[in-house]
C-alpha cells in the first residue's frame, strides 16, 4: 500500500530490511496489470528484479519465476458486509449470492471449488488494481463477499466498519519472493539475507508491527 506517496506494509518493509542487510538500493516498481499472473513476465524482460507482494508459491508460478524459501504462511479468509447480512458468518451461508475476487489472485481456485459445491450463485471477477471497486461493491450490497488471503483481508477492512472478516478458508498458502527463472544467484542471497533477519530478529519485529 501507500500512504503520502511512501510504499508501506509487511513486504514492503521485508523488502527494504533485505535491501539494507545486502547493502544495495531499493526502488519500487508499481505493476499495471489487470491480472496479478501477469506480474511475473517482469521480471524476464527486466522491469524489476523480484516480486513481493503477497505471493503464493504454486506449481503453476514455479514454472514461471524462481521463488526464495518461504517467509510466511497464510490461509484465505471470506468478507462479508455484517450490517447488510448479519447471519452470513460463513461461507455455507452464501447461497444465492456472489462473491468477489481478484483476478490472477490464488482465491480464484478457492472461489471454484466452492462454487462447484454450490456453496453461492456466481464469481465477480475485478481486476488487480480493482479491490477498492469489489469492496464498494460489498458494502452497496451488489455483491455479498470477498474472499482475499487474510492478511491482506484483515487490513482491507479496516476503514469498513459494516465489514469483516468471518471466516478462514484453510489452503496454508506459502508466500515467496519471486525472481527470474535462472536468476540462482540472486535468489541465493536473497534467501541468506533473509534468514540472517529472521536470526537477528527483525523479522519478528516487522511481525509484530504489521501483522498483529
Not at 462447484?116 to 461493491?137: C, K, N, S, V
Amino acid at each position: 500500500m501507500e500512504e503520502n506517496g511512501v510504499a508501506t506494509g509487511f513486504d514492503a518493509a521485508l523488502m527494504q530490511a533485505i535491501c539494507r542487510r545486502l547493502g544495495c538500493g531499493w526502488r519500487l516498481v508499481k505493476y499495471a496489470g489487470d491480472d496479478f499472473n501477469g506480474i511475473f513476465a517482469g521480471l524476464d524482460d527486466g522491469t524489476y528484479d523480484v516480486v513481493i507482494s503477497g505471493t503464493t508459491i504454486t506449481p503453476e508460478r514455479r514454472r514461471l519465476a524462481l521463488f526464495s524459501d518461504p517467509y510466511l504462511e497464510f490461509d484465505q479468509a471470506l468478507i462479508v458486509n455484517r450490517v447488510r447480512t448479519p447471519a452470513a458468518t460463513s461461507i455455507t451461508e452464501l447461497k444465492g449470492q456472489a462473491v468477489g475476487i481478484q483476478t490472477g489472485n490464488t482465491s480464484d481456485a478457492v472461489a471454484r471449488r466452492l462454487l462447484a459445491e454450490g456453496a453461492f450463485a456466481r464469481i465477480q471477477y475485478y481486476p488487480y488494481h480493482g479491490i477498492m471497486t469489489a469492496l464498494g461493491d460489498l458494502v452497496a450490497g451488489r455483491i455479498g463477499a470477498i474472499i482475499k488471503l487474510f492478511p491482506a483481508a484483515v487490513c482491507l477492512v479496516r476503514p469498513y466498519p459494516e465489514l469483516a472478516v468471518v471466516e478462514q478458508i484453510p489452503t496454508h498458502e506459502q508466500l515467496g519472493i519471486a525472481f527470474a527463472l535462472g536468476n540462482t544467484t540472486l535468489c541465493s542471497t536473497v534467501n541468506q539475507a533473509l534468514m540472517a533477519i529472521k536470526q537477528d530478529g527483525t523479522f519478528e519485529t516487522l511481525c509484530r508491527r504489521w501483522l498483529p
